[in-house]
């Protein structure tokens, strides 16, 4: 059975590549109707952040990649404590690896080294003059068994390495990189357990895949040279190589990887923007991979289906910002006018900071009248709350001599013609359902001959009146939701 493996570190900082190779991990398994697992790879303490679990669960949830097994959380509950190769958060799995460890020194694939930080600086020093690669000198390697453990059991402190055989060649046919193979004589005698009980990335990641039996692993290309080591690891646990698929980097369109110097990265940081999780993990389907014709809108399930490892480009994806805030255009159009006020109501309640429009939104029973105006408009799920704030406020007015195609009236005529209009409203119905629209759009014109401004001018006029920006939803309709008595006082508020 295939069984694949998503094992980010709990950093408190989910890149958005990271969720790239779990979308790519998780379809793999549910293609072939595998396991996707969870593990989470927290043994380098000093970079953990409280929460930092829950934030991964989390993010998973949000778009939709259920793991099988993996820590059982509120967010995600599993049966037997995440399943049958619990727990799957590497530190509590220390003893595993240092029992492993120990299999490997007993089988002589690995062995105790007790050289200390100064000497190892100053070979490395040393090395680095003459111009050689830094590698461990193996100075070690060939110590008795049990006189080194006579001295582990006096307290002295030791590390666990790798001993790397002489004279092979190591490779593998990677899914997206093709054969590479690498020299043995050029891979270092790494460190497999640390001094303080702590395994090394290559121990516990080769010792977890083993025990939970992960037959594919795809990654990023960063992870590429560790292969060498990774190989000889699972040779030596008796353990039939997964197969592997290392992608490539992303690029920012700046160039250089994608990081957060140059634009957000991270998966709240975009969601809290905005963007949608469906156009986001849409926009990374394509991100490396591509399907047999030009179809670019894929659910995860139509995903799973059509997925392959064959189809992964090796180059480097640009990571286009201006298609991913189309693609969200796009999704944003697709929802039924209830599901748009679904996702702005949901986005409200998690990421908007405006307390005063936050408790507005979340309490207006007419909020899908208002949405109809501007789904067809926006790009992003804040836009619209910063697209309907007139409605709940009255927005300053900006200066007529700001704002392009106004500016070269008079204010004092261009007051004029708002003050007539304000005497046009109070003449309509104060049911706005029996204005007509043609009335409306015939008695601006009308006023717009009257004081020598152009029709568009005078349209514009209102809608910096009423709106306060040269920017909003369909003016009239605008109005109508407003009511009479709103629009005649803001009409008055400019005299």
């Known amino acids: 059975m295939v069984r694949t493996r998503f094992a980010p570190s709990p950093t408190g900082y989910i890149h958005i590549g990271s969720i790239r190779t779990a979308l790519y991990s998780y379809a793999y398994a549910k293609k072939h109707g595998g396991t996707f697992i ?3 790879e927290d043994t380098d303490k000093k970079r953990e952040m409280e929460g930092g679990v829950e934030d991964i669960v989390k993010a998973l949830k949000v778009f939709g990649l259920d793991f099988d097994e993996g820590p059982s959380t509120p967010l995600r509950k599993l049966p037997g404590n995440g399943g049958p190769y619990s727990p799957y958060i590497q530190s509590q799995r220390l003893d595993i690896y240092k029992g492993k460890a120990e299999e490997l020194v007993e089988n002589r694939k690995a062995y ?9 600086l100053e070979l490395r020093e040393k090395q ?7 590698m461990y000198d193996r100075k070690c390697r060939d110590l008795d068994i049990q006189e080194s453990r006579k001295k582990i059991a006096d307290g002295e402190k030791y590390v666990v390495r790798l001993n790397v055989p002489s004279g092979r060649k190591l490779g593998i046919d990677d899914k ?3 054969k590479v193979s690498w020299d043995s004589d050029e891979v270092d005698d790494q460190v497999l357990l640390k001094s303080d009980g702590f395994p090394t990335y290559h121990l516990a990641v080769v010792v977890d895949d083993v025990i939970m039996g992960v037959t594919h692993i795809t990654r990023g290309i960063e992870w590429l040279a560790s292969v060498p080591k990774h190989i000889l690891l699972f040779e030596a646990f008796g353990y039939k190589m997964p197969v592997m698929a290392h992608m490539p980097v992303i690029l920012d369109p700046a160039g250089g990887k994608l990081s957060k110097r140059k634009g957000t990265v991270s998966v709240e940081d975009f969601l809290k923007q905005g963007y949608l999780s469906e156009a986001l993990l849409n926009f990374l389907m394509l991100l490396g991979w591509a399907p047999d014709d030009d179809r670019e809108f894929f659910s995860l399930k139509e995903f799973v289906k059509v997925f392959s490892l064959e189809r992964l480009n090796r180059a480097s994806p640009v990571f286009d910002r201006l298609k991913l805030l189309w693609f969200n255009g796009e999704y ?3 929802y039924s006018t209830k599901d748009f006020a679904k996702k702005v109501l949901d986005w409200t309640r998690e990421y908007c900071d405006d307390e005063k429009m936050k408790k507005a939104i979340l309490e207006d029973t ?7 105006l501007i789904q067809e408009r926006i790009v992003l799920l804040s836009e619209a709350v910063t697209s309907l704030q007139f409605f709940y406020e009255r927005m300053p007015v900006p200066d007529t001599k700001t704002v392009k195609g106004i500016k070269r009236y008079e204010v004092s005529n261009l007051k004029k013609a708002v003050v007539d209009y304000a005497e046009v409203i109070s003449r309509y119905d104060d049911a706005t359902s029996q204005w007509t629209h043609e009335d409306w759009e015939k008695n601006i014109r009308e006023l717009a001959d009257k004081y020598k401004i152009k029709h568009g001018d005078m349209f514009m006029m209102i809608r910096l009146v009423i709106c306060g920006s040269p920017i909003s939803p369909p003016l009239y309709e605008s109005l109508v939701i407003l009511g009479k008595q709103e629009v005649l006082e803001r009409l008055e508020n400019f005299r």
């Open 128 to 134: 680095q003059k003459e111009g050689k690669k830094p």
């Open 38 to 40: 969870l593990r989470i």
């Open 366 to 372: 007419d909020l899908t009248a208002k949405l109809e």
């Open 176 to 178: 997206v990189m093709g």
């Open 332 to 334: 944003i159009r697709k």
């Open 112 to 120: 105790y080294c007790f050289c200390s930080e100064e000497r190892l």
